[in-house]
């Protein structure tokens, strides 16, 4: 059987011998809790991991060591413990990893309210307040605009919050939100750089969960850490 899309992690090296790596449906349904769950997450990443009650807001918080802040309501996790394996799950939101030379690590769940919410931002200072300085970030599969048709009021709230290039249409010529677009501009007004992009539609890969295309509660994750 030839390998679909998603069949493999996307795997990334950040600065600080970071790692971070997206799932898709190859690698299960990572939501959730129990055995069988736990056994999915451990085959992606074997170190405990730190999953956070997602919310779509832009609180951060901080885990002390492997697993530490789990179930924490919050959508950003920062560390500087090695083995600890910090993760958000998504189906179309954006993930967003980053990391810097110092060590700091730092994952965050934006979809278009935590974007506005300043989620990413917040991460951003949340490593530096722990001693980054140059943060590289990495950007996950998530809902692009081919998929997104977008209310005028909203987008128009987003371009204002974010700038005009998160403006796009779909693939039926709606207008649409361009996520990926959003993050990275979030990106550089954090003053991080951004060095890697999955550039996968989460809603017409065919490989991962998407929220838009059918209210699935299963979820792919990224996940970052530091060996
Ligand atoms: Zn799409």
Do not use: N
Not at 56 to 83: L, N
Not at 187 to 202: E, I, K, N, P, R
């Amino acid at each position: 059987m030839a390998a679909g899309v998603g069949s493999h992690p996307v795997d990334w090296e950040l600065a600080g011998g970071v790692r971070v790596r997206s799932t898709g449906w190859a690698q299960g349904d990572l939501a959730g809790s129990g055995p069988t769950v736990d056994a999915r997450r451990r085959a992606v990443v074997d170190l405990p991991w730190t999953i956070l009650q997602q919310v779509h807001g832009a609180r951060v918080v901080i885990a002390e060591g492997p697993g530490g802040a789990s179930g924490e309501a919050a959508d950003g996790a920062v560390t500087t413990a090695t083995g600890a394996a910090i993760a958000v799950l998504t189906a179309d939101c954006a993930p967003v990893a980053l990391a810097s030379p110092e060590g700091v690590l730092g994952v965050a769940h934006a979809g278009w309210r935590g974007l506005r919410a300043g989620v990413i931002e917040s991460t951003v200072q949340a490593m530096r307040r722990l001693g980054a300085t140059k943060v590289e970030a990495v950007l996950g599969p998530c809902i692009h605009p081919c998929c997104y048709p977008f209310g005028e009021d909203d987008l128009a709230g987003m371009a204002s919050r974010l700038g005009p290039q998160v403006r796009s249409v779909d693939s039926g010529g709606r207008p649409a939100l361009d996520l990926p677009a959003g993050v990275r501009s979030a990106l550089h007004a954090a003053g991080a750089t951004f060095v890697g992009d999955a550039s996968v539609c989460t809603s017409c890969s065919g490989g991962h969960w998407s929220w838009r295309s059918d209210q699935t509660p299963r979820r792919q994750a990224t996940v970052v850490w530091r060996p």
